[in-house]
């Protein structure tokens, strides 16, 4: 045990000094020694009986923690799954210190850990002198812990060698994260454009409806008007021949023929003739042109959705095992410009002499795709899929290796950093800073020497850990179960 873990756990045994204050809780950082600080609680809390627990599922957690506890603590350590034999040995039990490992997991009322105090009978630690300390780097709930007269929280201060991610995002160590898969977004793309392509279809083919709708309405003006014209060119004609018959009647025909013309207004019939056989014509052109982009966003929408059937084909062929051709791939992604490709090579320049490299991706087939748009981008590299890292990174790499993994490495996880190079944590719709800080962030701060390494992740959502850091969490409120803090419920 360091200095620092040596005093936290007196911090923490000295609040229990207060015989109301029945449960902790124990902040300190990712990595910051936090095995040290659990042992420097056993040892200055006094007790009868120890349990260790977690709400995580996670036989890796298992077997990291009882490797770092002595032999006789082991029996009592247990993760989730396991959580119903700690049940059976904490139930008759008094004078009872029970750690709870990463305490915002399972840990809200009528979750696992809940659940599992109310079959244990723990409904009043107080009477069965039971202490709770509750450990975690990412607490939500420490509002609940200040306000309320039986428990408390103890924030750990690191030793100055600690590296926090706090520091890391100060050296410039924590770069954006981007899509290193790409096909999401591609069928993203591929959606829209099939949603816009049908919009242009509608509204163009409602602009068709329309003009035609006007054609006719103008056509049978101008058929009436041209009647109205041949009707009165009719009788004006039928009157020139009255006055050819007699002279008699001229000045009489003259005045009729004149009255004619002016009721008639045969000249504005002809300037009305001619207006809507404009309209008429200019009509047909911007149907002809409507009807052309109709036809266009036809086809394309068509194209579109025949991608995206190719892009569910060649997913289900992933997804099955099968191999991709080089031009399936670029397909699925947009061509060989697509900006995944882009992101990758973006690593680059983070690179110089062999390393490991933990590059984190979805499951399915999201995962075997980022490893093909990798093996396209780095060509002389070796490409290892969830494999145990323990022993791998003990020894340095021969030439660059890319290690890909799905949901290993989360909290609690220690790695060995001397030969690490880039962590890539994958993106989300809905990132949370629990899991950000718990991820590849959280891997890699603690006591080490590597000054190098860069993790692509969230850097705002590291700026807003160290803001509720500084404020000690007092803005996090959840409701958890009073049992859970230290009173009978």
């Not at 756990?9 to 936090?34: E, H």
């Not at 309405?217 to 007699?246: F, P, S, Y």
Request: aromatic fraction near 8%; hydrophobic fraction near 40%.
């Amino acid at each position: 045990m360091f200095p620092n873990q040596i005093r936290f756990g007196k911090d923490i045994a000295n609040a229990f000094g207060d015989p109301k204050i029945r449960s902790i809780l124990a902040v300190a950082m990712t990595q910051s020694g936090k095995t040290g600080s659990m042992l420097s609680v056993i040892e200055h809390v006094p007790h009868e009986h120890v349990f260790l627990i977690t709400g995580l599922s996670s036989v890796e957690w298992m077997d990291q923690t009882k490797s770092r506890f002595p032999e006789k603590y082991r029996d009592h350590i247990f993760h989730r799954n396991q959580l119903p034999t700690f049940v059976k040995l904490v139930k008759n039990l008094s004078n009872v210190l029970i750690i709870i490992d990463e305490n915002q997991v399972a840990f809200k009322k009528d979750q696992t850990i809940h659940k599992c105090f109310v079959q244990a009978g723990l409904m009043d630690l107080e009477a069965r002198n039971i202490r709770l300390v509750h450990f975690t780097a990412t607490p939500s709930n420490t509002e609940d812990f200040v306000n309320l007269p039986f428990s408390k929280v103890v924030l750990m201060n690191p030793d100055s060698s600690y590296v926090s991610a706090f520091q890391l995002l100060q050296d410039g160590r924590i770069l954006e994260y981007k899509d290193l898969c790409g096909v999401d977004k591609e069928r993203a793309d591929l959606r829209a454009r099939i949603l816009d392509h049908a919009a242009l279809v509608k509204e163009y083919d409602e602009h068709i409806k329309s003009h035609k709708f006007l054609m006719r309405k103008t056509a049978v003006i101008l058929k009436n008007q041209l009647a109205l014209q041949k009707k009165t060119n009719a009788n004006i004609e039928k009157l020139l021949l009255r006055i050819d018959k007699t002279h008699d009647i001229l000045k009489k025909s003259e005045h009729m023929l004149e009255k004619l013309v002016l009721s008639s207004d045969l000249e504005q019939v002809n300037l009305l003739i001619r207006q809507n056989q404009n309209s008429l014509d200019q009509s047909e052109s911007s149907l002809k042109e409507y009807q052309q982009i109709k036809d266009d966003s036809t086809k394309r929408l068509a194209d579109a959705k025949n991608a995206l059937l190719e892009s569910d084909r060649l997913l289900e062929k992933l997804e099955k095992g099968a191999s991709l051709q080089d031009k399936e791939q670029l397909l699925l992604v947009g061509g060989e410009q697509a900006n995944v490709f882009q992101h990758i090579r973006e690593i680059q320049k983070y690179i110089d002499l062999p390393k490991y490299h933990i590059i984190r991706t979805s499951h399915s087939y999201y995962h075997t795709l980022t490893i093909l748009h990798f093996k396209r981008v780095f060509k002389n590299a070796d490409f290892l899929s969830d494999v145990d890292m323990d022993d791998l990174l003990a020894k340095p790499p021969l030439r660059h290796t890319f290690l890909f993994i799905k949901e290993k490495l989360r909290c609690a996880k220690t790695l060995v950093k001397d030969h690490l190079g880039v962590l890539y944590e994958r993106i989300t719709d809905k990132p949370q800073m629990e899991t950000i800080l718990q991820g590849l962030v959280g891997r890699l701060t603690g006591y080490h020497n590597n000054k190098n390494s860069v993790v692509f992740s969230n850097p705002q959502l590291v700026k807003d850990y160290k803001t509720h850091w500084d404020q000690q969490f007092r803005k996090h409120k959840t409701v958890i179960p009073q049992i859970m803090l230290g009173t009978s419920i």
